[in-house]
């Protein structure tokens, strides 16, 4: 079965202080591991997708990466505005359920001015 | 921009009554997908569809039907509504690819109350 562990469960920072957030996976073969940011009552707001171990994405102040059992979202210099759930999840290579996601628990960060 | 809609961002329904959850998307999108999301519990995906009038199930379906009569909507159905389902509900769909999987894109959720 297909798992995803995320932690820390929640992360406070300052603005300004650079943390990183950790999601561990367990698949039978990866075919994406994807990254969204979810505000208090609204949807998930998809991040990334990085799809083989040592590959790297960016967008602003946050990076993205991947080995062959987590990935970390690097959060550099961060602002209030960055606070919001961070929610990790994977596809597995195969299977019946196309193009199903098995989604973690979650980050809930909280940037503090 | 990938456009998700559902139809009622807050819901309050009573026990017992059937209720119907709609979301349509903008971007000629194969696949779509409801989960519901509960502290605690995460995302669990109740039901997904990769093609008008086709369906699977996901992981918590008892209790849960699903209709896809067009390619841009994909209902949810509660046929006798319970406590036990007041959830928020979030509808996504994805373009198929290549691969036949892509990024899933999300709606605003339905914040649904059974009382």
């Known amino acids: 079965e297909d798992q995803v562990t995320q932690s820390p469960e929640a992360l406070r920072l300052q603005e300004g202080e650079s943390s990183s957030l950790n999601c561990s996976y367990t698949v039978s073969g990866l075919r994406g591991l994807f990254w969204y940011r979810q505000d208090p009552g609204k949807g998930p707001e998809f991040l990334f997708t990085?799809?083989?171990a040592g590959e790297e994405k960016e967008k602003e102040r946050l990076k993205a990466t991947l080995t062959k059992k987590e990935s970390f979202l690097h959060i550099t210099a961060p602002k209030p505005e960055d606070s919001a759930t961070y929610l990790c999840?994977?596809?597995?290579?195969?299977?019946?359920?196309?193009?199903?996601?098995?989604f973690g628990q979650g980050t809930i960060l909280t940037v503090h001015p | 921009d990938v456009k998700v809609t559902q139809s009622s961002r807050y819901l309050v329904k009573r026990t017992g009554e059937k209720v119907f959850l709609e979301c349509v998307q903008d971007m000629d999108h194969e696949n779509m997908f409801w989960y519901r999301q509960d502290p605690g519990l995460g995302l669990r995906l109740i039901y997904f569809s990769y093609d008008v009038k086709m369906k699977e199930k996901g992981d918590i379906p008892e209790g849960y039907s699903v209709s896809r009569e067009k390619k841009e909507r994909f209902s949810l159905i509660l046929e006798s509504a319970s406590t036990n389902q007041t959830s928020m509900y979030l509808c996504?769909?994805?373009?198929?690819?290549?691969?036949?999987?892509?990024?899933?894109?999300f709606g605003p959720g339905t914040r649904l109350t059974v009382l």
């Open positions: 999840a994977v596809q597995a290579l195969g299977g019946t359920s196309y193009g199903k996601l098995t």
């Open positions: 990085l799809y083989s």
């Open positions: 996504a769909s994805s373009f198929a690819g290549l691969m036949g999987y892509n990024e899933q894109f």
